[in-house]
């Protein structure tokens, strides 16, 4: 069974840092694209960031240049968040898909609170 646990969310002020992870087990040959979405209060649901399995990454504008996504071998995904503002408030969900059967799961999520 695939599951996806994410930690690292919290308040923190604008302008600090908080580091996202995200585990993912149970897929037999492990996970090809592995990302972060992020659900804010009024808005539609967003792709912050992905990272493919091969290393490359793709980030929303809004974030680029701030955060940075990053995976071990051992199928964890970081999202290292710099700079944050008020607006990077929200739910952030973690989401992998695996090789053998390419179908998306997803994290809980992880609330993210950044104060002016």
């Known amino acids: 069974q695939v599951q996806l646990v994410e930690s690292g969310g919290g308040l923190v002020q604008a302008g600090g840092s908080l580091r996202l992870s995200c585990a993912a087990s149970g897929s037999i040959f492990g996970f090809n694209a592995m990302g972060w979405y992020r659900q804010a209060p009024g808005k539609e649901r967003e792709v912050v960031a992905v990272?493919?399995?091969?290393?490359?990454t793709n980030y929303a504008d809004s974030v680029k240049g701030r955060f940075v996504i990053s995976r071990d071998i051992k199928n964890t995904v970081y999202l290292q968040m710099n700079g944050l503002k008020p607006e990077d408030t929200g739910i952030y969900c973690c989401y992998a898909e695996t090789r053998e059967t390419h179908i998306h799961y997803w994290g809980k999520g992880t609330l993210v609170t950044v104060s002016s």
């Open positions: 990272v493919t399995r091969g290393g490359t």
